[in-house]
């Protein structure tokens, strides 16, 4: 006989796992194993250290570039200060040798003390404004002093066209090269730019942090189910703003610098050139009409000179072409070996009035130019300052709201 037998029944898939695990036990009775951990916290972790250290690293980029626009502003007003210091070193040595040739030939100021004591102290301070230049600006100083030794022993003197000759030759061959180079570099310096005037830094340190944000999201928003996280946002938000911060920081130093470095700087180079002009025309002319010889370039050059003069670029406009009517005949009477009207026009005083309207115009100009290259950087350098903590402060912020965002994420698997 026969037990009969109740009918099956089917399972749910909740039952059948859980009798699958039991099955899985074997007949020793184990417990299933445990499933194996999750790597998405640490995956999360990761994604914070890159998302801070990215962030930083751009503030790092955008304050270092600021700080670098700073100190080249900083530095921009000294150059053309120290140019127009080297501009009157020069030309008052030169002066101080042409009062002795005026002096041979009737003038009554012998005093070339006053001359080579302001270029003596010029060099000084030359030499405390830019230490680099300190050792050639001290052997200029002791070549002016020997310069100047000379011209003492030559005024009023029988030798004075000997010593005159002597004291010529150091300036030439020595003091005005040695000048003149120190300039060429002043000017060299000018006309270079730092790295920090070009906008790519900020901009490429920016598209990679913001790639690296944008890699970060993509896994964030799978293994969290959320399309946006904000403190991804935020950091990515402060990104870009570093970088426009940044950008606005390079246009308004090179404003400032366009202006220092290039049209302020500018000016003071041609007033320096008219103010060596008229010196070196007032002394070639005064040594021809003293000797009483004058060579065909010699004519040529102070020619040149004149018309240099009738040309510079004084604000006021007219002083350089009233010095240069008043030697033009000077000059032509030097050609015609009319000795005596040379020296009657260079002793003039309607010559001596030009030379002074002149001289003084260019000083204003070459003052109002050195103090625009000053007033214009030192501005900005506030502002740049200001910028560049607001933009370490937005990185530290994106930062710290990249890892709040990522970690309010990470807690969901605790």
Not at 246 to 252: D, K, L
Not at 256 to 275: M, W
């Amino acid at each position: 006989m026969t037990t009969p037998t109740a009918p099956l029944r089917k399972v749910g898939p909740r039952t059948a796992g859980v009798l699958s695990h039991a099955g899985a036990a074997g007949p020793a009775g184990h417990l299933p194993s445990a499933p194996p951990p999750s790597h998405t916290p640490r995956r999360l972790r990761q994604f914070q250290v890159i998302a801070v250290v990215a962030m930083l690293l751009l503030g790092v980029v955008g304050v270092v570039q600021v700080l670098d626009l700073r100190t080249q502003l900083s530095s921009a007003p000294n150059l053309a200060d120290q140019y127009a210091r080297l501009g009157g070193v020069e030309t008052d040595l030169v002066e101080a040798g042409n009062i002795v040739a005026f002096a041979a030939v009737g003038s009554p100021n012998t005093d070339v003390t006053k001359r080579i004591d302001s270029a003596s102290r010029a060099l000084i301070v030359a030499a405390a404004e830019r230490p680099a230049d300190s050792d050639a600006l001290a052997a200029l100083n002791s070549a002016t002093l020997t310069y100047g030794a000379l011209l003492h022993q030559g005024v009023g003197s029988p030798q004075a066209s000997t010593l005159l000759a002597q004291a010529d030759k150091l300036l030439n061959s020595d003091i005005r090269p040695g000048l003149a180079a120190l300039r060429t570099n002043l000017t060299t310096e000018a006309q270079t730019r730092s790295w920090a005037f070009s906008s790519w830094p900020v901009w490429l340190a920016a598209t990679l942090v913001l790639g690296a944000l944008c890699a970060i999201s993509v896994p964030v928003a799978r293994r969290s189910h959320r399309i946006i996280n904000l403190g991804l946002v935020g950091a990515a938000a402060g990104a870009l703003l570093i970088a426009v911060l940044g950008v606005a920081a390079i246009s308004t130093a090179s404003s400032a610098d366009q202006s220092s470095r290039v049209t302020e700087f500018q000016k003071v180079t041609s007033l320096t050139s008219g103010s060596l002009a008229l010196a070196d025309l007032r002394g070639g002319q005064v040594r021809a009409a003293w000797t009483k010889t004058i060579s065909t370039d010699s004519a040529s050059r102070l020619g040149e000179l004149t018309q240099q003069l009738a040309t510079a670029k004084v604000p006021k406009g007219a002083s350089g072409a009233n010095v240069a009517a008043q030697h033009k005949p000077i000059t032509q009477a030097l050609t015609k070996s009319s000795w005596a009207a040379a020296i009657t026009g260079l002793l003039a005083e309607q010559t001596a009035n030009a030379e002074t309207a002149f001289i003084l115009d260019t000083r204003t100009a070459t003052a109002a130019a050195v103090k625009a290259a000053a007033s214009k950087p030192g501005s900005a350098t506030g502002g740049l300052t200001a910028l560049a903590v607001t933009i370490l402060t937005l990185a530290v912020l994106g930062a710290g709201a990249a890892y709040l965002g990522l970690g309010v994420r990470l807690k969901e698997y605790r």
